[in-house]
């Protein structure tokens, strides 16, 4: 009823002229007042954890890049899901509503998501002349910003889709992460500029979002004040998110349960995943290693090589370079996980299954790397190994690194 009335006042201000028709605006205005139902108000206190949360520091950090839209979503920033409980239809139906995830099967949607997730974090509104004019210096980095918010959150809802794997999504956060640390100083910046690049994105100067945003930046309780910006971030600190998580065979028992509908299957399940439940408990306490589930692992990190002597100087940076290893349709994806870095890389080469690399990167990839050093690269079906060398700040040519791709990378479920 109250929608059908609001389409009366829309057509009544849009087609009342056109048609001839006199229209009392005040009457309208009166209509219009009476039939609006505000959204009741966020308490932003009931979608933050303090102190609850189990996950690291690092995972939280790279969560709270997208607080703005877990408070306004009415989420939970306590989980990677981002509802709890979770919610998988809800996710799929924000993708579908906001970056059209509307392919009719599962392999479809996860090639979606992972278009639109690349799109925000090597492209994004930031090279869109509507959002971004050209002699406007600050206008990259205000939507740099309002990106990568989008990402973080879009990647927690493409996990709960079941287009991501959780291993693959904390590995697109810290990349996120690391990008964003990289390129501002601050949380207070950051959130100053996504709510630019909001701003210069909708053209409108106030919405839902100014108190969220007041709340993040000033509250003693947000978990922005709760950490600091130059936090450590690299796949450790987000490593034990994973790792502490209940095995494998808990989460496929449990989405069984969710598929099947007879009585006896569904006792079954309970039955396993009460026994699960005490195993993986007593081990807990014991305080041993969880039983490893019979699966190849879905990423590979590279080893690190001793680093310089200076761990600030060029080439100890460079040292510490990691790469992450994920399958990638029937080839690989190496990831590149480092510190933010210092000092900027020049001529930055790579190759595959070649001991000299002998491939530069391409302006668009070179366009979103971070200080030269590319966010990810696609490998071919079959590649063995990735080599890398760059110029580095002190014109010094660094030494060839080398990471081997592991022949058993896992294919991504379905």
Excluded at 41 to 49: G, Q, R, T
Excluded at 183 to 199: T, V
Excluded at 292 to 307: N, Y
Excluded at 320 to 344: E, K, M, Y
Aim: proline share 9%.
């Amino acid at each position: 009823m109250l929608r059908a009335l609001q389409a009366v006042v829309n057509g009544a201000e849009r087609h009342g002229p056109l048609l001839g028709g006199a229209i009392d605006l005040e009457a309208i205005a009166r209509i219009a007042a009476a039939i609006r139902v505000d959204p009741p108000p966020i308490d932003p206190l009931a979608h933050v954890s303090r102190g609850e949360s189990r996950l690291p520091d690092g995972a939280r950090w790279a969560i709270g890049l997208a607080a703005m839209y877990t408070i306004s979503q009415r989420g939970t920033d306590a989980t990677l899901a981002p509802f709890a409980p979770p919610q998988p239809a809800q996710s799929l139906a924000i993708l579908r509503d906001y970056w059209r995830v509307d392919g009719a099967t599962p392999e479809t949607r996860r090639r979606q998501m992972i278009e639109r997730l690349d799109w925000l974090i090597n492209v994004g509104d930031r090279v869109d002349p509507q959002c971004a004019e050209p002699d406007d210096p600050e206008a990259a980095n205000d939507l740099l910003a309002w990106d990568l918010a989008r990402a973080a959150m879009t990647t927690r809802h493409a996990f709960l889709a079941d287009g991501l794997s959780e291993s693959e999504a904390w590995g697109y956060l810290l990349t996120i992460a690391l990008k964003a640390q990289a390129s501002f100083d601050s949380w207070r910046e950051y959130g100053d500029r996504y709510r630019r690049g909001r701003i210069r994105w909708s053209n409108a100067q106030h919405d839902r979002f100014d108190e969220i945003m007041a709340f993040l930046v000033g509250d003693a309780r947000s978990p922005w004040r709760a950490l600091p910006w130059r936090l450590r971030l690299d796949e450790d600190s987000l490593r034990s998110a994973v790792e502490d998580a209940p095995p494998r065979g808990w989460r496929l028992l449990l989405a069984n349960w969710r598929r099947q509908g007879s009585l006896r299957m569904q006792l079954m399940a309970i039955a396993a995943i009460a026994l699960l439940a005490i195993g993986w408990e007593a081990m807990r306490r014991l305080h041993l290693p969880p039983v490893a589930v019979a699966q190849a692992p879905t990423v590979a990190v590279s080893s690190i090589p001793d680093p310089a002597d200076d761990p600030t100087s060029p080439a100890s940076e460079f040292a510490r370079i990691r790469v992450v290893f994920v399958a990638n349709g029937d080839g690989a994806r190496a990831q590149f996980r480092t510190p933010p870095l210092s000092h900027p890389l020049a001529d930055f080469r790579y190759g595959v299954d070649h001991p000299v690399p002998d491939r530069a990167l391409t302006p668009k990839a070179l366009e979103s790397s971070m200080k030269g050093l590319p966010l990810a690269l696609d490998l071919p079906a079959g590649a063995q190994f990735l080599t890398i060398q760059a110029r580095l700040d002190t014109g010094v040519v660094s030494a060839v690194r080398r990471f081997d791709v592991p022949p058993d990378l896992s294919r991504p479920r379905r």
